[in-house]
């Protein structure tokens, strides 16, 4: 076999990030996650994916999974990312995903798993009847990054502890196989004021699509009145807004709504507090920030309806983003299983 010479050197840098396909997205996706993509891919080479392979980690219904899938993917075009400039697909048409996974499997050590605490959070007391794809979860995730050596990840605060082990992992791959520097040290992109956006009915949760109650999160498609009514019914306490940022401690209802405006305005917590100190929150302040958020929201999700019209047209731009990312993935998965030692190409 001859030994292809791109696949060890070190990849300039290189952006890759994921959505599950496993629900309608929400304003901490949004904020968390896409707005980072959008401005990223005007800096580095970007490859976006939507992670059907950890959705399945929880049951979807067949009968719903692939538009889910172009939902997210049209989630992500509507919110800006380009397709011409950053590389999308689906992470199930891209078969090296799970076969570095297995090979990550037997470096990552059960210990590190253990201590995961996402996967602590999702199962709760039933751990034993999560699924095992649930457990390994992270092994996948450092599998999608590594795959393509990406060098930055942008994700909000929840995945910090699954990126450490995905540094973990590629620093015992490349001390164990003597491959030093094979796989980078992966950053992850969390700063920003979307890093952790919490759930409207409980702040000290943060919002997620699995959240039972629809009441605790902004979806991507909620209309104008949905919105509305979610954020005049959204917890606070019974203070008025304070002059200062430090005033926000010990107020966590307070601290995510405010934390949410001035993410969308591009402004300051302070700047925002200058603005509405001293009144109480359903005076101004709520209404403000509900057509702030239909402001910014709406024509994302106006766009996202109108490129569901066509599926064929996602699922033909996620097939040209496959072939794109199997043609960087390929070489680096060979050269991967050359210094394993295995003798298939
Ligand atoms: N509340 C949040 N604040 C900021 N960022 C968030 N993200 C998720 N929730 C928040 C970021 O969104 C990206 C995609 O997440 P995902 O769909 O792959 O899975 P998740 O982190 O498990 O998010 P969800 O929406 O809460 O799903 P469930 O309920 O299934 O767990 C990631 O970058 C994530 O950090």
Known sequence: MTEPSSPTAPTAARV?????????????????????????????????????????????????????????AAAYFAAGVDPAKAIVFA????????????IFNCVARLGWLDRMTQFKEKTGKHK?????????YPVLQAADILLYKATHVPVGEDQKQHLE????IAAKFNHD???PGFFPLTEALIEGPGARIMSLRDATAKMSKSDPSDQSRINLTDDADTIANKIRRAKTDPLPLPDTVEELKGRP???????????????????VLARFAGQGFGQAFKPALADLLVERLSPVSAEMRRLMADPAEIDRILAAGAE???????????ETKRIVGFTGG
Not at 165 to 168: A, E, K, Q
Not at 257 to 268: D, K, N, P, S
Request: overall charge negative; some cysteine.
């Open 16 to 72: 890759f990030s994921g959505v599950q396909p496993s629900g309608a997205l929400h304003l901490g996706n949004y904020l968390g996650a896409l707005v980072k993509f959008v401005a990223l891919q005007h800096e580095m080479e970007c490859l976006y994916c939507v992670v059907d392979l950890h959705a399945i980690t929880a049951w979807q219904d067949p009968k719903n999974l692939a538009a889910q899938t172009r939902e997210i």
């Open 91 to 102: 992470q199930s048409a891209v078969p090296e995903h799970a076969e570095l996974a297995w």
């Open 128 to 136: 034993e009847r999560a699924s095992v794809g649930l457990y390994t």
């Open 165 to 168: 082990l995905t540094r973990d």
């Open 177 to 179: 196989f003597d491959a």
């Open 253 to 271: 209802e307070a601290d995510n709504l405010l934390g949410i405006y001035a993410a969308l305005a591009g402004e300051t917590k302070a700047a």
């Open 324 to 334: 794109r990312a199997r043609a960087l993935a390929a070489p680096i998965l060979a």
